[in-house]
Nanobody
């Protein structure tokens, strides 16, 4: 089992930045692939970014490429999502998820463990 807790969300103006954190406990966190997803009201949950257990492989949605960066510190059992140049369309609840698989994937169903989410609101 892996327990995930997100933090760092909030209200920010367009063009601003936020850093989300995902703190993990339970199963050795350094052995799982970790991803960030988001869900806006009335929309399906969508992939944002993911990172392999070693941090050597990252994957980003086209909509955030060049603006967001994912990283991890396995000593602290934490994954980060740095969000820059935020846009109103980035407004959503952001979820952290973990997968015991080796592959870095964009599919929510491949992630077994999910946090409760943190709200990010970008005002225009």
């Amino acid at each position: 089992q892996v327990q995930l807790v997100e933090s760092g969300g909030g209200l920010v103006q367009a063009g601003g930045s936020l850093r989300l954190s995902c703190a993990a406990s339970g199963r050795t966190f350094g052995s799982v692939t970790t991803g960030w997803f988001r869900q806006a009201p009335g929309k399906e949950r969508e992939f944002v970014a993911a990172i392999s257990w070693r941090g050597s492989t990252t994957l980003y949605a086209d909509s955030v490429k060049g603006r967001f960066a994912i990283s991890r510190d396995n000593r602290k059992n934490t994954v980060y999502l740095y969000m820059n140049s935020l846009k109103p369309e980035d407004t959503a609840v952001y979820f952290c998820a973990a997968s015991p698989g080796v592959a870095v994937t964009t599919t929510p169903s491949t992630y077994n463990y999910w946090g409760q989410g943190t709200q990010v609101t970008v005002s225009s």
